[in-house]
Structures are given as C-alpha cells and as structure tokens.
C-alpha cells in the first residue's frame, strides 16, 4: 500500500468492481477467451496478454489483444458468452481473501455497498449469487443497447444507491475502473497483485494502491474481524 493515510478513502458509498476485484475471475475469462480465438482460427501465439481481456468488456478486450475491429471482436462475441457459460463452474472464480470479510465490514459501519461492473448485469447477477459474499445494496452492470461503460455502470450505481460523486469510492482493479469513477468525479482505488497491473494502475492515475482486502480495509477506515 502507498502511504495514504488510514481512512482517508471512508465514504458513505463504496463501490466495488467484480472480475479481478471481488472476485478471482482471470483463469475462467481467459479460458473461454482461448477457446472462442482458437476455434475461430486465431492462433493464440500472435495475439496479446489475454489478462487484459480481465476487465474491460469483452469486445473491447477482444479488439486490444488480438488487434482486431470493432466488428471482428463484435463477431466473437455470442461465441465467447456461450463458451463462458458452459465452461465456468462456482469453483472456477473465487473470491479473493478477505473481501467477503471487507464488505460484511463497510455494511456494518453503515456504507452503503454497490458492484459497478463492466460483465453484464445478467452474468454479475448470477455469478454473484453463486459466491458466499454479503448481500449487496446495489448491483449494475452493463446492459446491450442501455449500458455499455464502465462509466455508465458508476453513474447507474450511484444512482441505486443514493449517493452523489462526493459520498462514494470506487475499488478496481484495471485503468477502465479508474477512468470510469474519475469521469464521474469519484476516487478510484486500485488493486493490483502483479507489477504490470500496478504500473497499468499507476499510469491511469489511481488515488491509492494497495494489494490486500486489509489495507483497503485501512484506506475505507475499518476493520476486519479477525479470522
């Protein structure tokens, strides 16, 4: 963690991104991810990271690592979303150690917690709902032909849960969380668990870094109960 000081992130809102955020989502995305690029006659050697398909939307990410078209990564879409669903088991994204436990904690100081995230709203809810994690008080995502930003996910949250800009956080994990809570005027706090994702953050003009549930915890001002 960076030396920002203990609880200087406490807001009356926090909102929490989901894939690599909450939850362990990276082996299940690039798993689904391969497969779609392959039996699409892409071959995985001249394509990018596929980490950094973590994240963004799944067209975006498409057109980033395997340097394709709006419409080539639009076309890979329905195929990526069927192999996600028959691919990935509960077992299969974990949430990440101590978030669960965070979350709880915000609650009963009497945040007010949202998930802002860029998988659509069907598949967070549904995965969410599989994952041993605290009831949430707002969960947007996007929505084909409604939401489609990162951007548009903060606003919409915040519009659940009755907060404006200045009473609320966000917590992610990669530069489209930033950019997205950063053009609504909120602060983004960032995760990172590798150095590219920690420089990734860092260029995108993260407010904090931190690597663990129990320096976010600090930034948030609480405290985890002790396992």
């Given amino acids: ?76 879409v329905g195929a990526y979303r069927e192999a996600f669903e028959h691919m990935t088991r509960p077992e299969d994204y974990p949430v990440f ?25 069907h598949s967070a809810e549904k995965m969410i709902a599989t994952l041993d994690l605290p009831p949430f008080d707002a969960l947007v995502g996007r929505i084909d032909g409604v939401r489609h930003t990162k951007e548009e996910s903060v ?3 915040l519009e659940v849960l009755g907060a404006t800009p200045a009473e609320a956080v966000l917590i992610g994990d990669r530069r489209f969380d930033v950019e997205g809570a950063h053009a609504v005027g909120l602060p983004c706090i960032g995760v990172f668990r590798d150095e590219e994702a ?30």
């Fill in 1 to 76: 963690m960076d030396d920002t000081e203990t609880g200087c992130f406490a807001r009356s809102a926090v909102l929490f991104d989901f894939d690599g955020t909450i939850a362990d989502t990276g082996s299940a995305v690039m798993r689904a991810a391969a497969y779609t690029l392959t039996s699409h006659g892409y071959s995985l050697d001249e394509v990018g990271n596929l980490q950094l398909l973590i994240g963004p939307p799944i067209v975006d990410g498409f057109m980033e690592v395997a340097h394709l078209s709006h419409d080539e990564a639009a076309g890979l």
């Fill in 97 to 121: 150690p101590g978030m669960a436990e965070l979350i709880a904690a915000l609650s009963a100081a009497g945040a007010k917690v949202g998930v802002a995230t860029s998988r659509l709203q």
């Fill in 155 to 157: 606003r919409a949250c």
């Fill in 198 to 227: 920690h420089q990734e953050l860092v260029e995108a003009g993260a407010d904090a870094l931190c690597t663990t549930a129990e320096e976010l915890a600090s930034l948030l001002g609480v405290r985890l109960s002790v396992q």
